[in-house]
């Protein structure tokens, strides 16, 4: 008998007497439970999309434009860096509460935002709603691996790939309809009837057992992973563009990121309760959908950022209806997480679809890096649906496995973990991919029309994310040259792009097809042991 039919046979009779696993419910319970999760999940994702949009006019009434960036890093800092103390409050405090509170700070910090009457405030209560927005998706995605056996999972996960289309999409449809037609602080007051909508139905329907422990909470752990969190997104956020990458702003982040993230490390090895149990990366699957999450998050955000430039300045699109720019990506985002979801829950399988969704990412990227001045949206939008594709296989699937890899005590922490890789790729990849493409936008302008040149033509703007508006006050010989910069910048981040997608592929081969708890498997099989090694 070979070690993994060995390893099976162990596990299956102990899976059978697992109390943490979740009780049945019926379908119209999960069904109304869901309809406050799917609210819940729609405020996080169309927040940061509706206020973008309407940015421009907050800033022409609150004045203080040199303090525009840190609407966003506040918002963003907040959500990074309380992100894992939520996934491990909701473990020890119950579920319920702590994701309920979570709405509530939200909807707090919403609507002190839209009260705001200076760009000081409007930071702080944007930090205030980043701290609830840190508690959304993670309370989601927790109380959902509480609610639903992972093998049974799969008929709910393309309800949330819906939600994370429509926000995209409608985001910025949305923002500049109330932006136009009533007002900016709407942008922030729509957040209130939505919220309320989830906190009823989440109050009223969800039934979850009382669990609380008496450990104590990791304080000192929480402090240094929520400095070392907050000095990574700021380096990202900061690096090559408030401060050199080599200054000593930036330098000095990196030292305090690794001073409190060694610490963290140190003091999560002798805790009673760590904050992340470090013991859940010995287990395989766990650690290689870690990997995953951060390669998705890096290139899923490179794509939204970059995509929508090149299809304003080279092909000439709208950007009053920006969102409507990646729905081939998102349509194929939609569609293979639909179909996946379906077959796991049908046949049980996952391994397969990581696999294929990082090659499929892969060269979705490859063929992005191809587009020049002369593709058509058409060829760009068929590109796109492939790199849709792949984030498609792989955007639910990590989160399964993840959940899957530990027990139901740990379900917060597994969930919060999956996110905050996902978040911190997503920081990294703008920021890397931001400073590769800035620099061969200018490397291309200066090649093409000379040093010289580029500085009477452009001004003092950033040649990297000039406007259509200015684009269209150059001369033909620029508007040329930045057209095939813009597209040379391109080339360059989506082939990065591919080469990082490597190591996701990598990563998914490492996977082994542990059985996914759930009814529809018929046995509940117990997950991996966490302290496998790797």
């Not at 136009?180 to 909508?197: A, E, M, Q, R």
């Not at 990202?236 to 930036?250: F, L, N, P, R, V």
């Not at 740990?410 to 493409?437: C, K, N, Q, Y």
């Amino acid at each position: 008998m070979s070690q993994q039919q060995v390893e099976a046979a162990a596990d299956e009779p102990a899976a059978a007497k697992d109390a943490n696993e979740p009780a049945p419910r019926s379908p119209r319970e999960i069904r109304l439970v869901m309809v406050g999760l799917v609210v819940t999940m729609l405020l996080a994702m169309l927040d940061n999309l509706i206020v973008g949009t309407a940015m421009p006019t907050i800033v022409g009434d609150l004045g203080g434009a040199e303090h525009l960036s840190w609407v966003v890093t506040a918002y963003t800092l907040a959500t990074a860096a309380s992100t894992p103390i939520w996934g491990k409050l909701g473990d020890l405090l119950g579920r319920k509460g702590t994701f309920l509170t979570s709405i509530v700070i939200f909807l707090v910090g919403s609507a002190l935002s839209g009260l705001s009457q200076t760009m000081g405030q409007l930071i702080a209560f944007r930090a205030v709603q980043g701290l609830g927005a840190g508690g959304l998706m993670v309370g989601v995605m927790s109380i959902m691996g509480a609610l639903i056996p992972p093998r049974d999972r799969g008929k709910y996960q393309g309800m949330f790939a819906a939600v994370m289309a429509l926000a995209t999409i409608g985001g910025p449809l949305i923002g500049g309809f109330i932006t136009d037609h009533l007002s900016w602080h709407w942008t922030f007051y729509i957040n209130l009837p939505l919220g309320i909508v989830a906190l009823a139905v989440v109050v009223v329907t969800l039934h979850l057992p009382k669990t609380r422990t008496k450990a104590k909470i990791d304080y000192l752990g929480a402090l240094l992973l929520t400095v070392g969190i907050t000095s990574l997104v700021l380096i990202t956020t900061w690096g090559g563009q408030q401060y050199a990458w080599g200054s000593k702003e930036i330098l000095g982040l990196g030292a305090l990121a690794a001073a409190t993230l060694i610490g963290f490390c140190y003091v999560e090895q002798r805790v009673e309760e760590p904050m992340l149990p470090l013991g859940l990366f010995k287990n395989r699957n766990f650690a290689s959908v870690s990997v995953i999450g951060f390669i998705v998050g890096f290139a899923m955000f490179g794509a939204v950022t970059f995509l929508p430039l090149y299809q304003q300045t080279v092909q000439g699109a709208s950007a009053t209806n920006s969102g409507l720019l990646l729905m081939p990506m998102m349509f194929g985002m939609l569609v293979i997480s639909l179909a996946v979801g379906q077959a796991i829950t049908k046949t049980g399988k996952y391994r397969i679809y990581p696999i294929i969704g990082t090659a499929v990412m892969a060269g979705g990227s490859l063929l992005l890096s191809t587009l020049g001045t002369d593709t058509s949206r058409f060829t760009s939008a068929c590109y796109m649906i492939v790199l849709g594709a792949g984030m498609g296989f792989l955007m639910q699937v990590t989160m399964l496995v993840a959940q899957n890899s530990v027990e139901l005590k740990d379900m917060g922490v597994a969930s919060s973990t999956a996110t905050l890789f996902r978040t911190i790729g997503g920081s990294f990849g703008v920021a890397l991919f931001g400073a590769i493409f800035t620099n061969r936008v200018t490397e291309t302008m200066k090649d093409r029309l000379g040093a010289a040149a580029v500085a009477k033509g452009s001004g003092k703007g950033n040649l990297s994310s000039m406007s259509p508006e200015a684009l269209r006050k150059l001369d033909p010989a620029h508007q040329d040259a930045y057209h095939h910069a813009v597209s040379n910048g391109i080339h360059t981040v989506f082939l990065w792009g591919a080469v990082i997608s490597l190591i996701a592929v990598a990563a998914a081969l490492f996977l082994r097809e542990v059985p996914l708890r759930g009814t529809g498997s018929g046995s509940g099989e117990k997950p991996e042991p966490q302290l496998e090694a790797v």
